[in-house]
C-alpha cells in the first residue's frame, strides 16, 4: 500500500493512511551501492561465455557503479581471452585461477621457488 492510499478502519470508514518517511537521494544512493556491491561480492570472478560463432570467451568480473543501472549493471564482464572451444578456455581458467606451481632442477613439482643456487643451477 503506498501513502496515497486510504485505509479502512473497523467501522467501515475511510481514514487516511500515514506518509512514507522521508528518504534523501544520499541514503537511496547508498543502498544502491551497497546492493551492487554485494551483488559483485558473490558473483564468481570469472565466467566462460559461449558465442554465437562457436567459440568461448573467457571474462574476468569488474566493478562499475551508476546510479541508474541497478545492482546487476555494477558487474561488468571484461574479455580475457577467446578460445575454438570449452577445453581451451576452461584450461585458460585453470591457469589464471590455478595456484602457482614452482620445479626443482630435475623438473618436478615443489612446494616453494628454487634458491637461488639452484635457479642458476637449472638448464636452460
Known amino acids: 500500500m ?10 467501515g470508514l475511510a481514514s487516511p493512511a500515514q506518509p512514507e518517511p522521508y528518504v534523501s537521494p544520499g541514503e537511496v544512493f ?18 566462460i561465455q ?9 571474462h574476468r568480473k569488474a566493478f562499475q557503479f ?4 541497478g545492482a546487476a549493471a555494477a558487474t ?3 574479455p580475457v581471452s577467446r578460445h575454438p ?6 584450461r585458460r581458467l585453470r591457469h589464471v ?4 606451481l ?15 643456487q639452484d635457479w642458476l643451477a637449472m638448464p636452460r
Open 85 to 90: 572451444d570449452l577445453e581451451e578456455a576452461e
Open 76 to 78: 561488468l564482464w571484461v
Open 2 to 11: 503506498t501513502g496515497r492510499e486510504e485505509e479502512v478502519r473497523d467501522d
Open 50 to 58: 559461449a558465442e554465437e560463432d562457436g567459440s568461448y570467451t573467457l
Open 30 to 47: 547508498a543502498r544502491e551501492y551497497r546492493a551492487a556491491r554485494d551483488y559483485f561480492e558473490i558473483v564468481p570472478p570469472f565466467c
Open 66 to 69: 551508476t546510479a541508474h543501472g
Open 102 to 116: 614452482y620445479y626443482d632442477g630435475k623438473g618436478r613439482i615443489t612446494g616453494a621457488p628454487p634458491s637461488f
Open 97 to 100: 585461477c590455478g595456484p602457482k
